[in-house]
C-alpha cells in the first residue's frame, strides 16, 4: 500500500520510473525516514508527504537518489566506451 503512496508522489513529481527503481526507491526511502518497521508504513509515508517540511525533505531526497542513479549510468556507460 505504501507503494501506492510512492508512486502518487512520484507522479506529482512528474517523475517516471520502471519498477525494479520503484523498488529500490521505496527501500531506501523507508530507510533514510526511518519508517522500515513501522506499524503502519503507508499512514507514516502519507503523513510525513502531507507535512510541508517533509514533503521538501522527500522530494529532496528522490531527487538526490536520481542524480545517483544518473551518475552511476553515465559512469557505467564511460567504462564500456
Known amino acids: 500500500m505504501s507503494r501506492t503512496i510512492l508512486m502518487r508522489i512520484l ?6 520510473l520502471g519498477q525494479p527503481e520503484v523498488d529500490q526507491l521505496y527501500q531506501e ?7 522500515i518497521g ?3 508504513q503507508c499512514q507514516a509515508l ?3 508527504w502531507s507535512n ?3 514533503k521538501r525533505e522527500i522530494e529532496e531526497f528522490i531527487k538526490a537518489w ?3 542513479k544518473r ?7 564511460a567504462g564500456v566506451v
Do not use: C, H, W
Open 46 to 48: 502519507d503523513a510525513a
Open 11 to 16: 507522479t506529482e513529481m512528474q517523475v517516471g
Open 52 to 54: 510541508p517540511y517533509n
Open 29 to 35: 526511502l523507508l530507510a533514510y525516514f526511518g519508517l
Open 71 to 77: 551518475r552511476k549510468r553515465k559512469e557505467a556507460i
Open 66 to 68: 536520481l542524480r545517483r
Open 38 to 40: 513501522a506499524s503502519n
